[in-house]
Each structure stands twice: as structure tokens, then as C-alpha cells.
Nanobody, 123 residues
Framework: QVQLVESGGGLVQAGGSLRLSCAASGSIFSIKAMGWYRQAPGKQRELVATITSGGTTNYADSVKARFTISRDNAKNTVYLQMNSLKPEDTAVYFC?????????????????WGQGTQVTASS
């Protein structure tokens, strides 16, 4: 019922920049929060950044001052601007939509994940 489509990943040299986008589609009434998580090989998935519908943001300490999350509520789209990329930022980045209410079920709450996009920062 809800799909998250990510784009913008790729290969970049350390110190470079990338911008990720994630668009949610479907019979969406509202989305409480959207965010980005990442998973490196052999590691657990970890939070990168989240943003609420009101614009409140939260960042992992490792990306503060380098990454910026933003959101277009009208388009149900979230962005992640990544600057000064480091090799340790290399991972698959997943988009998340938290507490999604559907037009057909406004009292329900569901979470959704994108398929992931690879980000590689080479040294």
C-alpha cells in the first residue's frame, strides 16, 4: 500500500558529497517521521538521521555537522545531503517512514522501509 523509492546513492571519493532522496507513495494520510538508516557489511543497521512532520531533526553523532536531513511534506519526500563523506560512511542506506496513517485507515500506524541504496566513499 505504501512504497518508498530511494535514489541518489553511488561511489564518491572521500571528502565528496552525495544527496539521497526518498519518495513515499500510496494512499497516505500522514507520516509522523521519516528518516535514514544505514547498514555496513557485518554490522547492525543504525540510525543516521530522522525528521518529524514538524521539522524536528535528530542525527547520529558520527554524522552531525556533515549530513543534513530535510523533508517536503507535500511530496512525502525526505532528503539526505551528505558532505565530507568518509570511508566509514560506506553502507547501504535505507529510508524509513514511521507511523504512517493511510487514507483508508487513519487510526492505524505502520512503518515502511525502502529497498536501500548503496553509498561508497573511497579513500
Amino acid at each position: 500500500q505504501v512504497q518508498l523509492v530511494e535514489s541518489g546513492g553511488g561511489l564518491v571519493q572521500a571528502g565528496g558529497s552525495l544527496r539521497l532522496s526518498c519518495a513515499a507513495s500510496g494512499s497516505i494520510f500522514s507520516i509522523k517521521a521519516m528518516g535514514w538508516y544505514r547498514q555496513a557489511p557485518g554490522k547492525q543497521r543504525e540510525l543516521v538521521a530522522t525528521i518529524t512532520s514538524g521539522g524536528t531533526t535528530n542525527y547520529a553523532d558520527s554524522v552531525k555537522a556533515r549530513f543534513t536531513i530535510s523533508r517536503d511534506n507535500a511530496k512525502n519526500t525526505v532528503y539526505l545531503q551528505m558532505n565530507s563523506l568518509k570511508p566509514e560512511d560506506t553502507a547501504v542506506y535505507f529510508c524509513n517512514a514511521d507511523s504512517v496513517r493511510l487514507v483508508t485507515d487513519i487510526f492505524g500506524r505502520n512503518d515502511y522501509w525502502g529497498q536501500g541504496t548503496q553509498v561508497t566513499a573511497s579513500s
